[in-house]
């Protein structure tokens, strides 16, 4: 290839990059289509395919992505040193390595990116929002007053739920809760992939991930899930149910969350049940001690010793792997979600509370019946 058609392809690339990062945000409706006709049948493929090998084979390719950058920087170092000899061949990697960041870009928008631009759970569950706070004062301060007795009731809800399902607890290994996930939502959802593209593998860097303080995540580009094995087996079940989320083609965080929670209530298994009630109360919990620590402390009280063990084991966890790297992750998977249009980033793991309450409203006045994954 000439060095016109090198450039040619390089502004195609990037024009057609920049296009689909600047249309789908504005238009939605552009991806009316997309899960039927290409994300299920590739996630189905890639599932039958890879959920057969033992290991993350993501995890194989992220290590050769990586050699690859550090060689292609070495040499381009190299380059540098020796420019006007080598300026030719420094142009040509530099246009080559760019081509193939953009196909990167698009492979992940077409294989499972373009999910971040579906319309929310809440609405496609038919989840009435909470309104926006007016602007008069005095309404305001009622709504506040009015969703921290929300918040409270909640986690009291929360906690009671906790403690009925506690006794019927069992830990399990990452493959019998990979499994479970699995069978449960191929029977209380109408995922589209729950007979191949549904399996969640131990990751190969569960150490890094437990020192960036991530506990599992979804590789776009093999359609596997994974999550650190070392993990408490009480966290394990939501969890899973999150990951395999992301695998149904669910990529906001909060409605990822949001799944994990409904499927995990929903099954009728008491171990699912108190993960799933547990991981949302530690959201709730953390929220109502940012706004009143002696009411969260009241009713962490009220909650059973095997669950206050397991609080404090999370506890343990975090003083342990508390560092510098682990705050740079986030900030960095921040920025990610927010390029993504999720505008409240990281935070939006959180706002499931505030939706997971909705559905509890909902459950109250009717029967929710089969999940749907959009």
């Known amino acids: 290839m000439n060095q016109r058609r090198k450039w040619i392809s390089l502004v195609a690339l990037l024009a057609l990059a920049c296009l689909v990062y600047l249309l789908l945000p504005r238009f939605p409706d552009l991806i009316a289509g997309y899960d039927r006709f290409l994300f299920y049948p590739f996630q189905t493929v890639r599932g039958f395919l890879l959920n057969k090998i033992p290991f993350s084979l993501g995890d194989v390719l992220y290590i050769a992505v990586g050699a690859w950058g550090l060689f292609t920087v070495a040499k381009w ?10 300026k030719v061949f420094l142009g040509d990697s530099i246009i080559r390595t760019s081509r193939t960041i953009l196909l990167f870009y698009l492979f992940f928008v077409a294989g499972w990116g373009a ?28 709504r506040k007053k009015k969703s921290l007795e929300n918040l409270v009731v909640f986690n009291h809800f929360l906690a009671d739920k906790i403690n009925t399902y506690e006794p019927g607890y069992h830990s399990l290994s ?4 990979s499994n479970r996930s ?32 991530v506990e599992g995540y979804y590789n776009p580009f093999t359609g596997e899930g994974q999550i650190d094995k070392e993990l408490p087996a009480f966290t394990m079940p939501f969890l899973i149910c999150h990951e395999m989320a992301h695998q149904a083609g669910i990529a906001s965080e909060e409605d990822a969350n949001l799944m994990a929670y409904a499927l995990g209530t929903d099954a009728p298994d008491s171990t699912f049940r108190y993960s799933a009630y547990l991981n949302i109360w530690l959201y709730a919990n953390y929220r109502l001690y940012r706004r009143d620590s002696g009411k969260a ?26 560092n510098d790297y682990a705050r740079y992750s986030s900030q960095l998977y921040d920025n990610y979600l927010k390029m993504q249009d999720q505008k409240d980033g990281i935070r939006s793991y959180g706002n499931v509370v505030s939706s997971a309450w909705l559905l509890e409203q909902k459950r109250v006045k009717s029967e929710i019946g089969f999940i749907v994954v959009p």
């Open 77 to 86: 170092i190299r380059y540098l040193f020796s420019f006007r000899a080598n």
């Open 115 to 142: 999910n971040y631009y579906k319309p929310p759970l809440t609405e496609k569950w038919g989840l009435i929002p909470v309104l926006p706070l007016p602007k008069i004062d005095a309404e305001k301060a009622e």
């Open 174 to 177: 990452l493959i019998e809760i």
């Open 182 to 213: 699995a069978a449960y939502y191929g029977i209380y959802t109408d995922s589209k992939v729950a007979g191949y593209g549904l399996k969640i593998k131990p990751g190969l860097f569960g150490y890094f991930m437990r020192r960036l303080g």
């Open 297 to 322: 402390r009241e009713i962490e009280a009220v909650l059973n010793k095997l669950t206050k063990a397991h609080i404090d084991t999370l506890d343990q966890i975090s003083k342990k792997y508390q």
